[in-house]
C-alpha cells in the first residue's frame, strides 16, 4: 500500500490554507457571515424582548366563534370602525342571518352583505388602549378586558333591542361552532298574539317573577330555572308565543331541534336565556306513532317487518338525544341556572311522565284551536276600524242573525265573522292563512267565509277519516309484530286490500270495511 501520496498532501495543507487566507475574497465571505449571524442573532434577542413586553403588559383573550361573546366583539369591531382596516371579506346574499356586515360604499345600498373576516392582525385605539385584534390589549390591567368585553355585550344589546336573537345549534362543524347559527328576527308585539284571555298575562307574570326572585331560590337551595310545556295542536301559536315573550324580556332564545341527527347531549348542556325545544316527543320515538308515513306506507313496512325481521323498524330513534340527556339538562348537572325553559310539542300523550313531573316542566299550557272569541280578535287585527273606517257601513247588510238577535244591536264586521267561525275546529294560523288573502278587502273576507269554512272542515273530515285508516293500519303493524309467522297467504291479502282501495273513490267505509276483514 502505498502511504507517501496521502502524507505529501497533509504537510501541503497549511501551505494551501495559507495560500487562500490571503486571497481577498475569503476576507469578504468571512465578513458576510459574520454580520449575518449578528443580524440573527439580533433578530431572535428582539423577538424575545417583544415577545417578554407583550408577556408583560399585553393582555390576550379568546373568543370563540360559536359563543355569545363572539358576537359581542365582532360587533364591537365593526361599531369602531376597525373593518376599514381589513382587506378580507366574505361576500353573501343578505338574508336574516345575523351577520356584521358593513357597507362598502356609502351610496349603494345593495343585496349583498360584506363582512370583514378579521383574518389578519388589525390594530386599533380602544379608551386610550391599544388593542389588536387577534394579539391582545396592550395593558397589564385585568380590568380592561372586562370592561372591552361588557361594552361590547353593552352595544350588542343596544342594537338588538329591537329584534331578538335565536341562536341555533349547528354542529356540523366541530364543537366550537354549536350556537354559530345566528338570526336576527323582528321582534313581535305581545298584543299582536290572538289567545284566549289570561294566558299570555299569566305567562309574562311568571316568567318575571321567576327573574325576579333569583335570591328566593338560592336561599331556598331550590334550582334556578323554570320549565314550560306549550302543547296542542299545530298553528294554534305556541312558538309565537315563546318568540313575543323573549322580545318583551329582552331574552335571547337558543333553539334545538331534537328531530337532527347533529343534536347529542353534548349540545343540550351550552344554553342560557331561553332554551326552547320544539316538538319534543321527537326526543322518545319510542312513545312516537308514525302518523307521518302514509297508510299503504304503514301496511307495507308491517308486512315488510314481519317478513323481513332483519330490516331496520321505522321507529329507529332519528335523534341522538336519549331522555336522560334532555332531563340533565332541564333540571340536572348540565342545566344552567337563572335559564326559562320552553318546550312545544302537538303530542303531550307522547312524552314520558319523566320529563313532565313539577321541577322540569313546572307550568303547562294548552292550545286549542281558535274559538270566536280568537276569530274576533284576529279579524280587528286584521281590519282596524281605523284602517277601514267605511268597512262597518257594510255590516249590517252581512250580520249573522244570531249576532243581531243576540245583541239587538247594530253588528259589526268582526263579529260576522266570528259568527261564521266554528268554535274550536280551525287553527289561528288557517285563519290567519284565510285573512291574508283578502286582506285588503274586510268584505270580502266576511262574504267568503262561510263557503271556506265549508270547504275547510270538508277537508279536515276526510282527513279525519285518513287517520282512522292510519289507526287501523297501527293496530295492524302492532298484530303482524307480535306473530312474526305471519304467511303468504296473509301478505297477499294485505295486497289485495290495497288493490281495492285504490280503486275505490271516497271510500272511507267500504276502505274501514276491507281493513276489517284484513284484521280479522
Ligand atoms: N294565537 C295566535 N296569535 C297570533 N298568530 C298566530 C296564533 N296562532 C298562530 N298564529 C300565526 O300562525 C303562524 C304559525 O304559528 P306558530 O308557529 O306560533 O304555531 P305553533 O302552534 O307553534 O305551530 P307548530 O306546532 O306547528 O310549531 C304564525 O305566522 C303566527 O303568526
Redesign the pocket.
Given at each position: 500500500m502505498n502511504v507517501q501520496r496521502p502524507l505529501r498532501t497533509l504537510v501541503g495543507l497549511p501551505h494551501l490554507l495559507a495560500g487562500y487566507v490571503h486571497q481577498p475574497y475569503v476576507y469578504e465571505h468571512a465578513r458576510y457571515l459574520l454580520a449575518g449571524t449578528l443580524f440573527e442573532a439580533a433578530r431572535r434577542l428582539l423577538s424575545w424582548v417583544v415577545e417578554r413586553f407583550r408577556f408583560r403588559y399585553s393582555l390576550s383573550a379568546h373568543f370563540a366563534e360559536g359563543n355569545p361573546s363572539y358576537e359581542w366583539i365582532v360587533h364591537l369591531l365593526t361599531h369602531e370602525k376597525v373593518w376599514q382596516q381589513s382587506r378580507d371579506f366574505e361576500v353573501t346574499a343578505r338574508s336574516s342571518q345575523r351577520k356584521w356586515g358593513v357597507r362598502l360604499s356609502p351610496d349603494v345600498e345593495g343585496n349583498a352583505e360584506y363582512v370583514p373576516t378579521y383574518g389578519r392582525p388589525q390594530l386599533f385605539r380602544w379608551k386610550g388602549y391599544w388593542v389588536e385584534v387577534r394579539r391582545g390589549i396592550f395593558t397589564r390591567d385585568l380590568s380592561v378586558l372586562s370592561d372591552l368585553v361588557e361594552e361590547s355585550r353593552r352595544l350588542y344589546t343596544e342594537t338588538s333591542e329591537k329584534s331578538i336573537i335565536v341562536y341555533t345549534s349547528n354542529n356540523h362543524w366541530g364543537p366550537m361552532r354549536i350556537w354559530s347559527d345566528v338570526k336576527r328576527k323582528t321582534q313581535?308585539p305581545l298584543a299582536?298574539?290572538?289567545?284566549e284571555p289570561g294566558v299570555l298575562d299569566m305567562l309574562l307574570v311568571d316568567a318575571r317573577e321567576f327573574f325576579a326572585t333569583a335570591d328566593w331560590y338560592r336561599e331556598s337551595g331550590i334550582p334556578h330555572h323554570r320549565g314550560y310545556l306549550?302543547h296542542?295542536?299545530?298553528?294554534?301559536?305556541?312558538?309565537?308565543?315563546i318568540?313575543a315573550l323573549a322580545g318583551e324580556l329582552g331574552l335571547e332564545i337558543y333553539t334545538l331541534s331534537l328531530a337532527s341527527r347533529s343534536t347529542d347531549d353534548g349540545v343540550l348542556q351550552r344554553a342560557h336565556s331561553i332554551l326552547l325545544i320544539?316538538?319534543i316527543d321527537c326526543a322518545f320515538p319510542v312513545l312516537r306513532d308514525s302518523d307521518d308515513h302514509t297508510e299503504t306506507e304503514d301496511i307495507d313496512s308491517a308486512l315488510a317487518s314481519a317478513y323481513h325481521p332483519a330490516r331496520p323498524a321505522r321507529d329507529a330513534p332519528r335523534s341522538a338525544v336519549t331522555l336522560s340527556g334532555l332531563l340533565n339538562v332541564v333540571d340536572g348537572v348540565g342545566s344552567e341556572e337563572g335559564k326559562l325553559f320552553f318546550a312545544?310539542?302537538?303530542h303531550i300523550d307522547r312524552l314520558d311522565p319523566a320529563l313532565l313531573r313539577p321541577g322540569r316542566i313546572d307550568v303547562k299550557v294548552e292550545?286549542r284551536l281558535?274559538s270566536k272569541y280568537?276569530a274576533r280578535l284576529?279579524f280587528e287585527?286584521f281590519f282596524p276600524r281605523s284602517r277601514f273606517p267605511e268597512a262597518s257601513g257594510h255590516a249590517d247588510a252581512l250580520g249573522s242573525p244570531t249576532t243581531a238577535a243576540a245583541n239587538g244591536a247594530t253588528v259589526d264586521l268582526a263579529a260576522c265573522f266570528a259568527d261564521a267561525i266554528p268554535d274550536h275546529r280551525l287553527?289561528?294560523?288557517e285563519l290567519?292563512g284565510y285573512l291574508l288573502s283578502r286582506k285588503m278587502n274586510p268584505v270580502d273576507a266576511v262574504k267568503d267565509v262561510h263557503e271556506w269554512v265549508q270547504r275547510e272542515c270538508a277537508e279536515k273530515e276526510k282527513k279525519a277519516c285518513s287517520e282512522e285508516k292510519k289507526r287501523h293500519a297501527r293496530a295492524a303493524r302492532e298484530r303482524a309484530r307480535k306473530c312474526p309467522l305471519r304467511n303468504k297467504i296473509r301478505w297477499h291479502k294485505y295486497k289485495y286490500v290495497q288493490r281495492q282501495e285504490q280503486r275505490i273513490e271516497n271510500g272511507c267505509e267500504r276502505s274501514a270495511n276491507a281493513m276489517e276483514i284484513v284484521h280479522e
Amino acid at each position: 500500500m502505498n502511504v507517501q501520496r496521502p502524507l505529501r498532501t497533509l504537510v501541503g495543507l497549511p501551505h494551501l490554507l495559507a495560500g487562500y487566507v490571503h486571497q481577498p475574497y475569503v476576507y469578504e465571505h468571512a465578513r458576510y457571515l459574520l454580520a449575518g449571524t449578528l443580524f440573527e442573532a439580533a433578530r431572535r434577542l428582539l423577538s424575545w424582548v417583544v415577545e417578554r413586553f407583550r408577556f408583560r403588559y399585553s393582555l390576550s383573550a379568546h373568543f370563540a366563534e360559536g359563543n355569545p361573546s363572539y358576537e359581542w366583539i365582532v360587533h364591537l369591531l365593526t361599531h369602531e370602525k376597525v373593518w376599514q382596516q381589513s382587506r378580507d371579506f366574505e361576500v353573501t346574499a343578505r338574508s336574516s342571518q345575523r351577520k356584521w356586515g358593513v357597507r362598502l360604499s356609502p351610496d349603494v345600498e345593495g343585496n349583498a352583505e360584506y363582512v370583514p373576516t378579521y383574518g389578519r392582525p388589525q390594530l386599533f385605539r380602544w379608551k386610550g388602549y391599544w388593542v389588536e385584534v387577534r394579539r391582545g390589549i396592550f395593558t397589564r390591567d385585568l380590568s380592561v378586558l372586562s370592561d372591552l368585553v361588557e361594552e361590547s355585550r353593552r352595544l350588542y344589546t343596544e342594537t338588538s333591542e329591537k329584534s331578538i336573537i335565536v341562536y341555533t345549534s349547528n354542529n356540523h362543524w366541530g364543537p366550537m361552532r354549536i350556537w354559530s347559527d345566528v338570526k336576527r328576527k323582528t321582534q313581535r308585539p305581545l298584543a299582536s298574539l290572538v289567545l284566549e284571555p289570561g294566558v299570555l298575562d299569566m305567562l309574562l307574570v311568571d316568567a318575571r317573577e321567576f327573574f325576579a326572585t333569583a335570591d328566593w331560590y338560592r336561599e331556598s337551595g331550590i334550582p334556578h330555572h323554570r320549565g314550560y310545556l306549550l302543547h296542542g295542536p299545530p298553528g294554534t301559536g305556541k312558538t309565537s308565543t315563546i318568540y313575543a315573550l323573549a322580545g318583551e324580556l329582552g331574552l335571547e332564545i337558543y333553539t334545538l331541534s331534537l328531530a337532527s341527527r347533529s343534536t347529542d347531549d353534548g349540545v343540550l348542556q351550552r344554553a342560557h336565556s331561553i332554551l326552547l325545544i320544539e316538538d319534543i316527543d321527537c326526543a322518545f320515538p319510542v312513545l312516537r306513532d308514525s302518523d307521518d308515513h302514509t297508510e299503504t306506507e304503514d301496511i307495507d313496512s308491517a308486512l315488510a317487518s314481519a317478513y323481513h325481521p332483519a330490516r331496520p323498524a321505522r321507529d329507529a330513534p332519528r335523534s341522538a338525544v336519549t331522555l336522560s340527556g334532555l332531563l340533565n339538562v332541564v333540571d340536572g348537572v348540565g342545566s344552567e341556572e337563572g335559564k326559562l325553559f320552553f318546550a312545544t310539542t302537538n303530542h303531550i300523550d307522547r312524552l314520558d311522565p319523566a320529563l313532565l313531573r313539577p321541577g322540569r316542566i313546572d307550568v303547562k299550557v294548552e292550545y286549542r284551536l281558535a274559538s270566536k272569541y280568537q276569530a274576533r280578535l284576529l279579524f280587528e287585527r286584521f281590519f282596524p276600524r281605523s284602517r277601514f273606517p267605511e268597512a262597518s257601513g257594510h255590516a249590517d247588510a252581512l250580520g249573522s242573525p244570531t249576532t243581531a238577535a243576540a245583541n239587538g244591536a247594530t253588528v259589526d264586521l268582526a263579529a260576522c265573522f266570528a259568527d261564521a267561525i266554528p268554535d274550536h275546529r280551525l287553527s289561528t294560523a288557517e285563519l290567519q292563512g284565510y285573512l291574508l288573502s283578502r286582506k285588503m278587502n274586510p268584505v270580502d273576507a266576511v262574504k267568503d267565509v262561510h263557503e271556506w269554512v265549508q270547504r275547510e272542515c270538508a277537508e279536515k273530515e276526510k282527513k279525519a277519516c285518513s287517520e282512522e285508516k292510519k289507526r287501523h293500519a297501527r293496530a295492524a303493524r302492532e298484530r303482524a309484530r307480535k306473530c312474526p309467522l305471519r304467511n303468504k297467504i296473509r301478505w297477499h291479502k294485505y295486497k289485495y286490500v290495497q288493490r281495492q282501495e285504490q280503486r275505490i273513490e271516497n271510500g272511507c267505509e267500504r276502505s274501514a270495511n276491507a281493513m276489517e276483514i284484513v284484521h280479522e
